[in-house]
């Protein structure tokens, strides 16, 4: 019954992953169909989507806005694509979420990324390196969209910054993460915590609050561990 039910969604939005899937990429990765949507919602199709990866192209080895979170509605994915998007290699992102990439904007995600209820918005470069996870309603956005101005008439700060958040990090619920953040590998970010800087911080740090700030080092989670059960 549950392939099924899977057999009939993957039906019910084929249209729209085939357009994608053949829109985007090279034939010889498009009739494979890596890439596969969930209730879709497509406003805007152009930029580019690569997916670079020394892993073999399957079917669905890119699933978006798959129904993961019962607790948040059923919105699948919606795609505002005038930039670039880069997948390294499997990404899962869950129900609800939207990815939004300007036209200067580039958005590289690692292998084995996996999401629930993400939001991004990418106006100049946002990097996710593999094995990043993220918990439930998470914002990432380097971009603030407005300038602030003092009253002597100059420009306080940038419009946009880099987002860089290395390799098996782990951003728990409702967390927001905006331009110019650096995050080292294997940190952990406790929920509802917000990131706006670079974080000269040792790999395993875990940060907490608004702004966040370190609460515990020589600590990370193991996803391999929680695989087997330990």
Not at 99 to 127: D, H, M, P, W
Not at 176 to 196: E, Q
Request: one cysteine or more; charged letters at 20%.
């Amino acid at each position: 019954m549950a392939l099924f039910k899977k057999a009939a969604r993957l039906l019910r939005y084929i249209i729209p992953t085939l357009y994608v899937n053949f829109h985007y990429l090279p034939l010889a990765q498009a009739v494979r169909l890596p890439i596969v949507l969930y209730r879709p919602h497509l406003i805007k199709c152009k930029g580019k989507i690569v997916i670079d990866t020394d892993e073999p192209i399957r079917t669905g080895m890119i699933q978006l806005g798959n129904y993961s979170v019962s607790i948040y509605p059923n919105n699948g994915i919606t795609l505002d694509i005038r930039g670039t998007i880069i997948f390294k290699g499997a990404c899962v992102i869950g129900n609800d979420s939207y990815l939004s990439v300007g036209e200067t904007g580039t958005v590289t995600i690692g292998k084995r990324f996996v999401a629930n209820v993400l939001k991004i918005c990418c106006y100049q470069s946002i990097t996710f390196q593999e094995d990043v996870r993220f918990g439930w309603e998470c914002l990432v956005m380097d971009t603030d969209f407005h300038r602030l101005t003092n009253t002597k008439g100059t420009v306080e700060h940038e419009v946009s910054g880099r987002i860089l958040i290395e390799s098996g990090c782990w951003i728990a619920a409702r967390c927001m993460i905006m331009k110019n953040t650096y995050l080292p590998s294997k940190c952990v970010v406790a929920a509802r915590s917000f990131l706006n800087k670079h974080y000269d911080i040792a790999p395993c740090t875990m940060l907490a609050g608004q702004p966040a700030k370190v609460v515990k080092e020589g600590v990370f989670r193991n996803i391999s561990q929680e695989r087997q059960g330990q």
